[in-house]
Nanobody
């Protein structure tokens, strides 16, 4: 069983930056074996893919809406993943969730992720 806890959300003006963190814990969960992803959900909308990082950190993949502005990284020694968000826009406002994939490679759909955090709110004002 794995527990994922996001942090770092908040209120920021358009054009600003935020860095989200996701900390993993669980005695039987080997963080370094799994790809990790970020998703977000705005009010009244479905949860959508933001980006994913492979087990080693060597590969990343992003949604077109955030490509070039957001960067995912991970520190396997700390069992943590990060989402650096730059040039934020009001349309980035959402609850952001981290999730652990069921495998080690790139995945982009919610069904490919088995465990989820509780989410952290990001609000971008115009």
């Amino acid at each position: 069983q794995v527990q994922l806890v996001e942090s770092g959300g908040g209120l920021v003006q358009a054009g600003g930056s935020l860095r989200l963190s996701c900390a993993a814990s669980g005695r039987t969960f080997t963080f370094s074996r799994y790809a990790m992803g970020w998703f977000r959900q705005a009010p009244g909308k479905e949860r959508e893919f933001v980006g994913v990082i492979s087990w080693s950190g060597g590969s990343t993949y992003y949604a077109d809406s955030v490509k070039g502005r957001f960067t995912i990284s991970r520190d396997n020694a700390k069992k943590s993943m990060y989402l650096q968000m730059n040039s934020l826009k009001p349309e980035d406002t959402a609850v952001y969730y981290c999730a652990s994939s069921r495998g080690s490679g790139i995945a982009t759909v919610t069904a490919d992720f088995g465990s989820w955090g509780q989410g952290t709110q990001v609000t971008v004002s115009s």
